[in-house]
């Protein structure tokens, strides 16, 4: 596409604008950005899809509870259990809660929920929506007069973006209830010094920060699965392909995410 | 909308409502546990410094968390003013007098505002109100006191090392006595002896308990002296006496010595006849001569004795005292024969 015919001097008119690898790197943003766009754009335009948007809420939500329960609950026993012997050295384990919570709230649970939700929900929609790009259902439903990125994208974007930190909030809880088991039994502290331990750990800044951290999180598995599975190509192997990266680019960008919004609320606590 | 749709949108809605409400839970037991739903009032306090005080640090009150760091500030040249939210229900109990000092929840804890002290007699704080900082005392003097406990200890293990080596070698009276193993039988010997003196020192503690139980018996008379009045005079009668009789006997001993002077000199008739040495020999003399005249006498009286004149008188006297003794033989006899 970037090539040009030659010249009418005989010289040839340059194949990329700077290399092939980094030409496409810029292309692939600019498809991003402008998926993105369109995503903002197609979310105020009507209709909204409500009957599939209710149903991407229930596959990526209730459906992802039980494996995020089991995980978050499995998190905060292992991470309490973990974290006892070195507040032991100190003498320190009467502040397991404090440390569980704040682990818990700032990072963990909106971190380990997002990364369950990539693997299971990223993967689903990136290989959904590239067999459909691949059969060409998606061409099909241009052709019946059906906007299909309003229909499929936003749809999911949407329920991510929605379910994700709303998981996030199961996941806290149940990681503190799985924190509080290991600590009553090794430690015989109450139910009602614990979790006063934990709120005296926590400020809003953590509870509002993780939130927002979670949304963030959500947007991003479902516009990468999105994306990944609406430009998929080359046929049964591009469906594998657009799942499997849908998940590696979601958990890489929720890393990379995550370390912004660290420092971003770190310059904010110290104001 | 067919009937799975329904159930979908029904189990989607109460999964978000819970979602929700664990929120809502969460952000209400926040704001209850951080004071944030309470009414408060403002107290300012402004230090020289906040050791690493933040906002949001707690503000506590006789071990209670009544509020929190709202805002923290330069103020002056360098100090810094600290502003705490405190709980309204609590101003009726800080004084205007009280202070406030930076503490430390813990060894390792977060820093929080200690409000301490307040009389009675002074009103309770208002809204605004300044406290009186106490400053706190900064980690580097703390390390520069740590420095000079360390130097001492330094100093003091080095004395004890010395201590050490030097008992080891036996040098001076303890490392000798650890190491000398006659020094060690003489110390033995003296454990013993202390024992041998401790075992009689319980001896002659029982003994003393007996003989205080004694003196304790109400029949004796160190205690009747103790507790009886009436013996107790009669005793003191008994020395007034003795004391009497002492000043007599010193009286007589006055007399006799003025008794012997006297016999010493030779002015009276007794004094002569001890001290005069011409009155001792005229005395022998005459004493010889009173010895001669007896031995005279004795003559002159067997002479006269056989003088015709006289010899029948002593005759008659002899057979008197024939009689008398025939007389008292007899009477003898007579008591030995009745049985």
Request: net charge neutral; proline share 2%; hydrophobic share 45%.
């Amino acid at each position: 596409m970037l090539s040009k015919p030659d010249k009418p001097d005989g010289t040839r008119e340059r194949k990329y604008v700077l290399t092939r690898r980094l030409d496409r790197l810029f292309l692939e943003l600019h498809r991003v950005f402008a998926f993105n766009i369109r995503f903002f754009k197609e979310l105020v335009v009507p209709p909204f899809e409500f009957k599939e948007f209710i149903k991407q809420c229930f596959e990526a939500g209730v459906k992802s509870l039980p494996l995020i329960s089991l995980t978050g609950f499995i998190i905060g026993i292992v991470f309490t259990n973990q974290s006892r012997p070195s507040l032991a050295e100190f003498g320190a384990t009467s502040w397991l809660p404090a440390l569980i919570s704040i682990a818990i709230v700032r990072a963990l649970a909106p971190l380990v929920t997002a990364l369950i939700a990539a693997g299971r929900v990223g993967s689903s929609i990136g290989a959904e929506l590239g067999s459909m790009r691949v059969t060409e259902q998606i061409d099909a439903m241009e052709v019946s007069a059906t906007n299909p990125f309003n229909f499929l994208v936003v749809t999911r974007v949407l329920a991510t973006t929605l379910m994700i930190p709303t998981l996030a909030m199961y996941t806290t809880l149940i990681a503190l209830l799985g924190g509080y088991v290991n600590v009553s039994q090794m430690e015989q502290t109450s139910f009602a010094t614990y979790f006063s331990q934990v709120f005296g750990a926590i400020t809003f800044l953590d509870v509002f920060s993780a939130i927002i951290k979670s949304f963030v999180f959500g947007f991003t598995i479902g516009m990468v699965g999105c994306y990944k599975g609406y430009h998929s190509s080359k046929g049964t192997e591009g469906v594998g392909k657009a799942a499997n990266s849908s998940v590696v680019t979601a958990m890489f960008l929720i890393f990379i995410e995550e370390l912004i919004a660290l420092q971003i609320i770190n310059a904010i606590r110290a104001t | 909308m067919s009937a799975a749709e329904n159930k979908r949108s029904v189990i989607v809605g109460i999964f978000v409502l819970l979602g929700l409400v664990i929120f809502v839970v969460g952000v209400f037991t926040l704001a209850s546990h951080q004071k944030r739903l309470m009414q408060s009032i403002q107290l300012r306090a402004v230090f020289d410094d906040v050791a690493g005080m933040r906002k949001g640090n707690n503000v506590w009150f006789s071990g209670v968390k009544i509020g929190n760091v709202k805002e923290i500030r330069f103020y002056g040249d360098s100090q810094v003013e600290v502003i705490m939210d405190i709980q309204a229900d609590v101003q009726q109990f800080i004084r205007e007098d009280a202070k406030a000092r930076i503490s430390s929840e813990s060894l390792i804890g977060n820093k929080i505002i200690e409000i301490f002290g307040g009389s009675a007699q002074a009103s309770p704080v208002e809204d605004g109100d300044l406290l009186t900082a106490v400053n706190p005392m900064n980690t580097d003097d703390m390390m520069a006191t740590l420095q000079e406990n360390n130097k001492n200890l330094v100093t003091i293990t080095n004395n004890f090392k010395k201590l050490s080596t030097n008992l080891v070698q036996g040098e001076g009276t303890a490392g000798a006595l650890l190491t000398d193993s006659t020094l060690a039988n003489n110390f033995r010997n003296i454990v013993a002896s202390l024992q041998q003196t401790s075992a009689n020192t319980v001896q002659a503690s029982r003994a003393l308990n007996r003989f205080t139980s004694r003196l304790n018996n109400s029949d004796g008379l160190v205690h009747q002296m103790l507790t009886d009045t009436a013996v107790f005079n009669r005793l003191q009668a008994s020395v007034n006496q003795l004391q009497n009789a002492t000043t007599a006997a010193t009286a007589i001993t006055d007399n006799l010595q003025q008794a012997s002077q006297k016999l010493n000199n030779s002015s009276n008739a007794v004094g002569v006849l001890l001290n005069d040495q011409e009155f001792a020999n005229n005395l022998r003399n005459t004493m010889q001569n009173l010895e001669t005249s007896t031995q005279k006498f004795d003559e002159n009286m067997e002479a006269l004795q056989n003088n015709i004149l006289f010899r029948g008188y002593f005759r008659r006297q002899e057979k008197d005292q024939q009689k008398v003794q025939e007389t008292n033989a007899g009477a003898a006899d007579s008591v030995n024969v009745i049985p």
